[in-house]
C-alpha cells in the first residue's frame, strides 16, 4: 500500500544495521534510541453509500422482473436528483435459492434470489457547506428508502425497527452508521505524517543528547514502529474512511536510533 | 418471507456472487404424499372417493356389474357431504358427482343401467305420492337420472322445490335434464325458462343471464306454458327481468383515480392513542417475557366510513369521528386505561375486531372492553346506530347465539347479515351463520369444516378471519386457511368447495420467535371468475364459479394480499405491489415499497394504486408500477395501514391516528370516491 519510495525502505534500514554491526560495541553504545510521533488530518472528500435491491420468487421468472424493476427504480429515483457530483454504480450482483417450508409436513418450496449491490459515490463532498451535505445526505437516503432499496449498512430489515413515537428503536442492535466518508488522494498525508515523525524524534533526541552532555551524530537506524492509521473513533481502519463527518487523522510513528558524539567531537 | 430476504440481503454484503443452497426439508413421517392440510372440507370419507374411482375404472373396461355395484356405496352415502369432482380441488356434494359420472357414462354404459335399474327406478316413480313423494322423486334423481324416468322424475321435484322456495335445488333439477337428457321428451325451452326463473328468484342473475341468452338464441319464437298460460319464451323472461332485477353498482375497475392535495397538511387528524401507549402496546410481547411481537403491536384499528363519519373499532372500544371535522362525535367508553387493559393479558385477537357501516346501522365484531385479551372469551356480533352510537341488538343477549364466537367481517345484505363464527370452546370447526338483521334470530348456520389449527389457540400469531362475499344470491366464504366454500345465501346449503394450498399456521410458540409479516385480503368477483388468495397461500387461483372450475393458478409471495383487479392486470400488494396479466398470468411488474403493517387496505382506481406505508402515501401508475408521487402526509410516525375515501376526504388509518386530508378539485372526484368507499369500507385492513 505504501510506496517505498515515501517511507524508509527496509534495504535502507538493513543497510543501516549491517553499518552499525560493523561498528564496535562502543560505538554501539554510543548511540541513542527515540520516538517520533507525526499526525495530519484532512477533510474527507467522498461520501459512499452502499445499497441493495433484489428481487425473490418462487418462479425464477418473476425474480428476474422483480429485480430488473427494482434496479431500474432505484437507478432512475437517483437520475431524477440531477446531483452532478453523485455517481450511481451497479455492483456485485449474487444469486441465492433457498427452501420456504412454512408449512409442516408440506413440500417445501424453493426460491429464487437475484440480489444486487449499488454503490453510491457522492463526490467533492469537502467543498459542500456541512448544512447543504446533511441535506443532500439525507435526500439520498429517503430517495433510496422510497425506490425500496436497503441501506447495507443497515444490519436489521426495516420491518424489525419500530417507530414509536418518532423515536426509531432498534431491537437488540445497535444502531448502525449508513453513509462511509473518505479521503480519496491520502499518500501524501502519510508522507506529512512521516515529516512530522522524523522531526518529532528528532527534536526527542536532541533534548536527550543535552542532558547527557552529547550532541546527535549520524541517523543509525529507523524502524517504522506503526503502520496503523486510526479513526477518529480511535479503532484502526484499513484506509482513510470515516463514518463521521470530520476532519480524519492519519498518525505515524518512527523509532530512530542516532549516534552520540561528544560535544567535541565532530568540531 | 420478509426473514428470508433479510437473511439473503444481509448474508449478500459479505458473500459474492454466491449460491447457497439450503437443505432439503423432509416431508412428513405421517403420510409422506398427502401433507395434512390446515382445514379440511366437510368430505366424504375416502371409501366413498375410492368407490367413485372404482366405478370409473370399471366402467372403463365396460364391466357394468362391477362398476354399478362399486357405486353402492355412493348412493348410500350422505348426498349432501361433498366428494372431490377433480383433481384440481373443487369439491361438489355427492349427489351432484353421482348423477355427473351417470351421465358421462357411454351409451352402452346408460344402456346396462337402465337394464339393471329401470325396473326399481318405475316403481319409486309410481310411488311417488303423498308424503313420501319428495323423498322418493328424490331417490330417481340422485340415484336413477339415467333411466327411462329420471328426468321426468327432475322435473317433478324441480317444481316441488320451486313451490317450497329452494330456488337452487329446483334450478338443478331442470337443468340437469337440459344438461343431461338430450333424449328427453320434454321441453327443453320450458325448462331453460323455468330454471332462469328459478336462478333469478335466487338471486343468481349471471345464472339468468346464460340461460336468458340461450333461450333467445336458441329458441326465440317459441312459447312455453305457465301457469295455464301459453308466453313467448323469450318476451317472458325480459318481462320478468325488467319487474324483478334489482339495480346494480358499477364496477369498481372503473373508479376514476383520487386527487391527493398539494401540501402534506391535513384537514384533521385524530390521534386514537398517546404515543407512550402506542409504545407500550407495541412492546407487550416483550413485557411478558416472550421477546416476541404480538398481532397487537402493529395492528391497525378496525375502521368503516360514510360521507359523515369514520367510524373505529379499536380493541372494543367503539367511536365516530365526524368526516368534515375530525371532531369526535360519540363513543362507547373512554379508553384511558387501553394500554394498560392491554399489557394485562395476550390473547388479544385484535383482528377478529370489525366494524361495517351500512346505512344507518354500524354492524361490529367485539368483545367486551373488561375481556380484552382474556382466553376463552367469546366475540360477539351487535348492531349500533352509526349517528349516535346507540346500541340495537347483540348476539351476547340472544339465546341461539351465546354459544358462537364471532369470526370475520360481518356481511350485511336486506334484512339479513352473514358472519362467520366458530362455537364456544371448539375454535377449529369453523362455521358460517345467517342473522336477520332486525332482531339477530338464526336463520342457519352452515358448517364448512375443519383447522387443523384451534384458532382460539394462536394468540402470536394473526388468526385466520373468514372473508365473505355475496354474489347473485350465492355465498362465498374464504377461510383464509386453505379452503373457499359457496353457499346458497337463501339456505345456507353448500353449492360447492375448493380446497387450495395454503400453510400451516406455526402454533408454536417459542422466546424470541420472530413475527412473520402477514396480509389478509377478501376474495375478488370479477363476473364469473373468482379470485382467491388466501393469507398463508402461496398461490393465487382464478376459478369460474358459474361451473365451477378452476381456471388458473400461479405462485405468488405468501406475504401478498388481493387489491385489485381490472380488465387487463391483477394487483397484489403487501411487501410489494404486483401486477398480473390476467391474459398469460405472467409478472408485469412489481414495485416494491416500505415496509411496516401488515395490516394494510391500499385503494386501487382507474389508473392508480395507492398505498399508505410507514413513509406516506404511495401513488403508482398501474400501467408500470412506478411512483407517481409519494405524498408524505402526516403520519409518518405510524407503521401505515388503511386507506379509505369519502366523496371529499381520504383518510388514512395507522395504529396511531386517523388523518383526513381534502382532495383537490378533480373531474370525477365524487364518482371515485363514492366506488372507492365501497371498496374500502368493508373492514379497517381485515376483509
Given at each position: 500500500?505504501?510506496?517505498?519510495?515515501?517511507?524508509?525502505?527496509?534495504?535502507?534500514?538493513?543497510?543501516?544495521?549491517?553499518?552499525?554491526?560493523?561498528?564496535?560495541?562502543?560505538?554501539?553504545?554510543?548511540?541513542?534510541?527515540?520516538?517520533?510521533?507525526?499526525?495530519?488530518?484532512?477533510?474527507?472528500?467522498?461520501?459512499?453509500?452502499e445499497l441493495q435491491t433484489s428481487g425473490m420468487a418462487e418462479l425464477t421468472q418473476d425474480a428476474i422482473i422483480k429485480y430488473d424493476d427494482a434496479l431500474r427504480r432505484v437507478t432512475e429515483a437517483f437520475e431524477k436528483l440531477q446531483l452532478d457530483q453523485l455517481a450511481v454504480e451497479p455492483g456485485d450482483i449474487s444469486f441465492a435459492?433457498?427452501?420456504?417450508?412454512?408449512?409442516?409436513?408440506?413440500?417445501?418450496?424453493?426460491?429464487?434470489?437475484?440480489?444486487?449491490?449499488?454503490?453510491?459515490?457522492?463526490?467533492?463532498?469537502?467543498?459542500?457547506?456541512?448544512?447543504?451535505?446533511?441535506?443532500?445526505?439525507?435526500?439520498?437516503?429517503?430517495?433510496?428508502?422510497?425506490?425500496?432499496?436497503?441501506?447495507?449498512?443497515?444490519?436489521?430489515?426495516?420491518?424489525?425497527?419500530?417507530?414509536?413515537?418518532?423515536?426509531?428503536?432498534?431491537?437488540?442492535?445497535?444502531?448502525?452508521?449508513?453513509?462511509?466518508?473518505?479521503?480519496?488522494?491520502?499518500?501524501?498525508?502519510?508522507?506529512?505524517?512521516?515529516?512530522?515523525?522524523?522531526?518529532?524524534?528528532?527534536?526527542?533526541?536532541?533534548?536527550?543528547?543535552?542532558?547527557?552532555?552529547?550532541?546527535?551524530?549520524?541517523?543509525?537506524?529507523?524502524?517504522?514502529?506503526?503502520?496503523?492509521?486510526?479513526?477518529?473513533?480511535?479503532?484502526?481502519?484499513?484506509?482513510?474512511?470515516?463514518?463521521?463527518?470530520?476532519?480524519?487523522?492519519?498518525?505515524?510513528?518512527?523509532?530512530?536510533?542516532?549516534?552520540?558524539?561528544?560535544?567535541?567531537?565532530?568540531? | 418471507?420478509?426473514?428470508?430476504?433479510?437473511?439473503?440481503?444481509?448474508?449478500?454484503?459479505?458473500?459474492?456472487?454466491?449460491?447457497?443452497?439450503?437443505?432439503?426439508?423432509?416431508?412428513?413421517?405421517?403420510?409422506?404424499?398427502?401433507?395434512?392440510?390446515?382445514?379440511?372440507?366437510?368430505?366424504?370419507?375416502?371409501?366413498?372417493?375410492?368407490?367413485?374411482?372404482?366405478?370409473?375404472r370399471y366402467a372403463e373396461k365396460t364391466t357394468w356389474e362391477r362398476a354399478f355395484k362399486a357405486l353402492e356405496k355412493v348412493q348410500e352415502a350422505d348426498p349432501n357431504a361433498l366428494t372431490p369432482s377433480s383433481s384440481d380441488g373443487l369439491y361438489m356434494p355427492t349427489r351432484q358427482v353421482l348423477r355427473l359420472a351417470l351421465a358421462?357414462?357411454?351409451?352402452?354404459?346408460?344402456?346396462?343401467?337402465?337394464?339393471?335399474?329401470?325396473?326399481?327406478?318405475?316403481?319409486?316413480?309410481?310411488?311417488?305420492?303423498?308424503?313420501?313423494?319428495?323423498?322418493?322423486?328424490?331417490?330417481?334423481?340422485?340415484?336413477?337420472?339415467?333411466?327411462?324416468?329420471?328426468?321426468?322424475?327432475?322435473?317433478?321435484?324441480?317444481?316441488?322445490?320451486?313451490?317450497?322456495?329452494?330456488?337452487?335445488?329446483?334450478?338443478?333439477?331442470?337443468?340437469?335434464?337440459?344438461?343431461?337428457?338430450?333424449?328427453?321428451?320434454?321441453?327443453?325451452?320450458?325448462?331453460?325458462?323455468?330454471?332462469?326463473?328459478?336462478?333469478?328468484?335466487?338471486?343468481?342473475?349471471?345464472?339468468?343471464?346464460?340461460?336468458?341468452?340461450?333461450?333467445?338464441?336458441?329458441?326465440?319464437?317459441?312459447?312455453?306454458?305457465?301457469?295455464?298460460?301459453?308466453?313467448?319464451?323469450?318476451?317472458?323472461?325480459?318481462?320478468?327481468?325488467?319487474?324483478?332485477?334489482?339495480?346494480?353498482?358499477?364496477?369498481?375497475?372503473?373508479?376514476?383515480?383520487?386527487?391527493?392535495?398539494?401540501?402534506?397538511?391535513?384537514?384533521?387528524?385524530?390521534?386514537?392513542?398517546?404515543?407512550?401507549?402506542?409504545?407500550?402496546?407495541?412492546?407487550?410481547?416483550?413485557?411478558?417475557?416472550?421477546?416476541?411481537?404480538?398481532?397487537?403491536?402493529?395492528?391497525?384499528?378496525?375502521?368503516?366510513?360514510?360521507?359523515?363519519?369514520?367510524?373505529?373499532?379499536?380493541?372494543?372500544?367503539?367511536?365516530?369521528?365526524?368526516?368534515?371535522?375530525?371532531?369526535?362525535?360519540?363513543?362507547?367508553?373512554?379508553?384511558?386505561?387501553?394500554?394498560?387493559?392491554?399489557?394485562?393479558?395476550?390473547?388479544?385477537?385484535?383482528?377478529?375486531?370489525?366494524?361495517?357501516?351500512?346505512?344507518?346501522?354500524?354492524?361490529?365484531?367485539?368483545?367486551?372492553?373488561?375481556?380484552?385479551?382474556?382466553?376463552?372469551?367469546?366475540?360477539?356480533?351487535?348492531?349500533?346506530?352509526?349517528?349516535?352510537?346507540?346500541?340495537?341488538?347483540?348476539?351476547?343477549?340472544?339465546?341461539?347465539?351465546?354459544?358462537?364466537?364471532?369470526?370475520?367481517?360481518?356481511?350485511?345484505?336486506?334484512?339479513?347479515?352473514?358472519?362467520?363464527?366458530?362455537?364456544?370452546?371448539?375454535?377449529?370447526?369453523?362455521?358460517?351463520?345467517?342473522?336477520?338483521?332486525?332482531?339477530?334470530?338464526?336463520?342457519?348456520?352452515?358448517?364448512?369444516?375443519?383447522?387443523?389449527?384451534?384458532?382460539?389457540?394462536?394468540?402470536?400469531?394473526?388468526?385466520?378471519?373468514?372473508?365473505?362475499?355475496?354474489?347473485?344470491?350465492?355465498?362465498?366464504?374464504?377461510?383464509?386457511?386453505?379452503?373457499?366454500?359457496?353457499?346458497?345465501?337463501?339456505?345456507?346449503?353448500?353449492?360447492?368447495?375448493?380446497?387450495?394450498?395454503?400453510?400451516?399456521?406455526?402454533?408454536?410458540?417459542?422466546?424470541?420467535?420472530?413475527?412473520?409479516?402477514?396480509?389478509?385480503?377478501?376474495?375478488?368477483?370479477?363476473?364469473?371468475?373468482?379470485?382467491?388468495?388466501?393469507?398463508?397461500?402461496?398461490?393465487?387461483?382464478?376459478?369460474?364459479?358459474?361451473?365451477?372450475?378452476?381456471?388458473?393458478?400461479?405462485?405468488?409471495?405468501?406475504?401478498?394480499?388481493?387489491?385489485?383487479?381490472?380488465?387487463?392486470?391483477?394487483?397484489?400488494?403487501?411487501?410489494?405491489?404486483?401486477?398480473?396479466?390476467?391474459?398469460?398470468?405472467?409478472?408485469?411488474?412489481?414495485?416494491?415499497?416500505?415496509?411496516?403493517?401488515?395490516?394494510?387496505?391500499?385503494?386501487?382506481?382507474?389508473?392508480?394504486?395507492?398505498?399508505?406505508?410507514?413513509?406516506?402515501?404511495?401513488?403508482?401508475?398501474?400501467?408500470?408500477?412506478?411512483?407517481?408521487?409519494?405524498?408524505?402526509?402526516?403520519?409518518?410516525?405510524?407503521?401505515?395501514?388503511?386507506?379509505?375515501?369519502?366523496?371529499?376526504?381520504?383518510?388514512?388509518?395507522?395504529?396511531?391516528?386517523?388523518?383526513?386530508?381534502?382532495?383537490?378539485?378533480?373531474?370525477?372526484?365524487?364518482?371515485?370516491?363514492?366506488?372507492?368507499?365501497?371498496?374500502?369500507?368493508?373492514?379497517?385492513?381485515?376483509?
Amino acid at each position: 500500500m505504501f510506496s517505498t519510495r515515501r517511507r524508509p525502505s527496509t534495504l535502507a534500514v538493513c543497510a543501516c544495521l549491517v553499518h552499525a554491526l560493523a561498528w564496535s560495541a562502543a560505538a554501539q553504545e554510543r548511540a541513542i534510541s527515540v520516538t517520533g510521533n507525526g499526525e495530519v488530518s484532512a477533510r474527507p472528500n467522498r461520501l459512499q453509500i452502499e445499497l441493495q435491491t433484489s428481487g425473490m420468487a418462487e418462479l425464477t421468472q418473476d425474480a428476474i422482473i422483480k429485480y430488473d424493476d427494482a434496479l431500474r427504480r432505484v437507478t432512475e429515483a437517483f437520475e431524477k436528483l440531477q446531483l452532478d457530483q453523485l455517481a450511481v454504480e451497479p455492483g456485485d450482483i449474487s444469486f441465492a435459492s433457498t427452501l420456504v417450508n412454512n408449512a409442516r409436513g408440506a413440500q417445501a418450496k424453493p426460491q429464487m434470489a437475484i440480489l444486487q449491490s449499488i454503490k453510491l459515490t457522492l463526490s467533492q463532498v469537502d467543498q459542500i457547506p456541512q448544512k447543504e451535505l446533511v441535506a443532500t445526505v439525507g435526500k439520498l437516503i429517503d430517495t433510496a428508502q422510497d425506490a425500496g432499496a436497503t441501506i447495507s449498512n443497515n444490519p436489521v430489515g426495516s420491518f424489525n425497527m419500530v417507530n414509536q413515537g418518532g423515536r426509531l428503536i432498534v431491537r437488540n442492535q445497535v444502531a448502525q452508521p449508513l453513509v462511509a466518508l473518505w479521503v480519496s488522494d491520502f499518500e501524501p498525508l502519510y508522507d506529512q505524517a512521516y515529516q512530522k515523525a522524523f522531526e518529532d524524534a528528532t527534536v526527542r533526541a536532541e533534548k536527550l543528547a543535552k542532558l547527557a552532555h552529547k550532541k546527535l551524530g549520524d541517523v543509525l537506524s529507523i524502524d517504522e514502529s506503526s503502520q496503523r492509521v486510526y479513526g477518529p473513533d480511535g479503532s484502526a481502519v484499513q484506509s482513510l474512511a470515516s463514518v463521521r463527518l470530520g476532519p480524519i487523522p492519519v498518525r505515524a510513528s518512527l523509532r530512530v536510533r542516532f549516534a552520540l558524539l561528544s560535544e567535541d567531537q565532530g568540531e | 418471507m420478509a426473514l428470508a430476504v433479510g437473511c439473503l440481503l444481509s448474508c449478500a454484503s459479505q458473500a459474492r456472487a454466491q449460491i447457497v443452497l439450503a437443505a432439503p426439508v423432509v416431508a412428513s413421517e405421517e403420510n409422506p404424499n398427502e401433507p395434512k392440510r390446515p382445514f379440511t372440507l366437510p368430505a366424504q370419507k375416502n371409501e366413498v372417493a375410492e368407490s367413485l374411482a372404482d366405478f370409473r375404472r370399471y366402467a372403463e373396461k365396460t364391466t357394468w356389474e362391477r362398476a354399478f355395484k362399486a357405486l353402492e356405496k355412493v348412493q348410500e352415502a350422505d348426498p349432501n357431504a361433498l366428494t372431490p369432482s377433480s383433481s384440481d380441488g373443487l369439491y361438489m356434494p355427492t349427489r351432484q358427482v353421482l348423477r355427473l359420472a351417470l351421465a358421462e357414462l357411454p351409451p352402452a354404459g346408460k344402456q346396462a343401467y337402465r337394464l339393471f335399474h329401470d325396473a326399481d327406478a318405475k316403481t319409486l316413480f309410481s310411488q311417488a305420492e303423498g308424503k313420501d313423494e319428495t323423498e322418493k322423486l328424490r331417490k330417481v334423481f340422485n340415484d336413477f337420472f339415467i333411466t327411462s324416468v329420471g328426468d321426468a322424475a327432475a322435473d317433478r321435484l324441480g317444481d316441488i322445490y320451486f313451490e317450497q322456495g329452494e330456488m337452487d335445488k329446483a334450478a338443478e333439477c331442470w337443468q340437469a335434464v337440459v344438461k343431461w337428457c338430450p333424449e328427453s321428451s320434454l321441453p327443453r325451452v320450458r325448462l331453460l325458462v323455468k330454471s332462469a326463473i328459478a336462478e333469478a328468484r335466487g338471486g343468481h342473475w349471471d345464472a339468468f343471464d346464460d340461460l336468458n341468452r340461450e333461450v333467445r338464441q336458441r329458441h326465440a319464437e317459441e312459447k312455453v306454458v305457465l301457469g295455464g298460460k301459453s308466453l313467448a319464451a323469450s318476451e317472458h323472461l325480459d318481462a320478468f327481468e325488467k319487474k324483478n332485477r334489482p339495480e346494480t353498482r358499477a364496477a369498481e375497475s372503473r373508479q376514476p383515480d383520487l386527487h391527493l392535495p398539494v401540501a402534506d397538511a391535513p384537514s384533521w387528524q385524530f390521534r386514537i392513542i398517546p404515543q407512550r401507549d402506542a409504545s407500550a402496546i407495541a412492546q407487550v410481547g416483550m413485557n411478558w417475557g416472550w421477546g416476541m411481537r404480538f398481532p397487537v403491536a402493529e395492528m391497525v384499528p378496525a375502521a368503516a366510513v360514510d360521507d359523515q363519519r369514520a367510524y373505529l373499532n379499536f380493541l372494543g372500544y367503539l367511536l365516530a369521528v365526524d368526516v368534515k371535522t375530525g371532531k369526535l362525535l360519540w363513543r362507547s367508553a373512554r379508553f384511558s386505561d387501553l394500554a394498560q387493559k392491554v399489557q394485562q393479558n395476550q390473547y388479544h385477537y385484535p383482528e377478529q375486531y370489525a366494524i361495517v357501516v351500512s346505512g344507518d346501522t354500524l354492524w361490529c365484531v367485539t368483545r367486551d372492553v373488561g375481556q380484552i385479551g382474556q382466553h376463552g372469551q367469546p366475540f360477539r356480533i351487535g348492531r349500533w346506530e352509526a349517528a349516535t352510537g346507540k346500541a340495537g341488538w347483540n348476539s351476547q343477549n340472544i339465546n341461539d347465539l351465546q354459544q358462537w364466537n364471532i369470526m370475520g367481517v360481518p356481511l350485511p345484505a336486506g334484512d339479513r347479515v352473514y358472519v362467520a363464527a366458530a362455537k364456544n370452546g371448539q375454535g377449529a370447526e369453523q362455521y358460517v351463520l345467517a342473522l336477520q338483521a332486525s332482531d339477530g334470530k338464526l336463520l342457519w348456520s352452515t358448517h364448512l369444516g375443519t383447522h387443523q389449527a384451534d384458532q382460539t389457540q394462536m394468540w402470536h400469531r394473526r388468526t385466520a378471519q373468514p372473508s365473505l362475499i355475496l354474489a347473485g344470491g350465492r355465498l362465498f366464504v374464504e377461510s383464509h386457511a386453505g379452503g373457499l366454500v359457496a353457499l346458497d345465501a337463501a339456505s345456507g346449503a353448500i353449492e360447492w368447495a375448493f380446497a387450495y394450498d395454503s400453510s400451516m399456521p406455526d402454533t408454536n410458540n417459542w422466546y424470541n420467535q420472530p413475527s412473520s409479516f402477514t396480509t389478509l385480503a377478501p376474495p375478488i368477483l370479477v363476473g364469473k371468475t373468482l379470485y382467491i388468495k388466501g393469507m398463508r397461500s402461496d398461490r393465487i387461483y382464478a376459478i369460474d364459479v358459474s361451473t365451477p372450475k378452476l381456471l388458473w393458478k400461479r405462485p405468488v409471495g405468501e406475504s401478498s394480499m388481493l387489491v385489485g383487479v381490472d380488465d387487463e392486470n391483477l394487483y397484489l400488494s403487501g411487501e410489494e405491489v404486483l401486477a398480473i396479466d390476467l391474459a398469460t398470468q405472467k409478472l408485469k411488474w412489481a414495485s416494491r415499497l416500505p415496509n411496516g403493517t401488515g395490516w394494510l387496505k391500499p385503494l386501487v382506481t382507474h389508473d392508480r394504486v395507492y398505498q399508505f406505508t410507514s413513509r406516506g402515501i404511495f401513488e403508482l401508475d398501474k400501467r408500470n408500477g412506478d411512483t407517481v408521487r409519494l405524498f408524505r402526509g402526516s403520519d409518518l410516525d405510524s407503521l401505515g395501514g388503511v386507506m379509505l375515501a369519502t366523496s371529499t376526504r381520504v383518510l388514512t388509518v395507522s395504529n396511531l391516528a386517523v388523518t383526513a386530508y381534502a382532495l383537490s378539485e378533480g373531474a370525477g372526484r365524487d364518482d371515485a370516491t363514492k366506488s372507492a368507499q365501497a371498496t374500502a369500507a368493508i373492514g379497517a385492513g381485515r376483509n
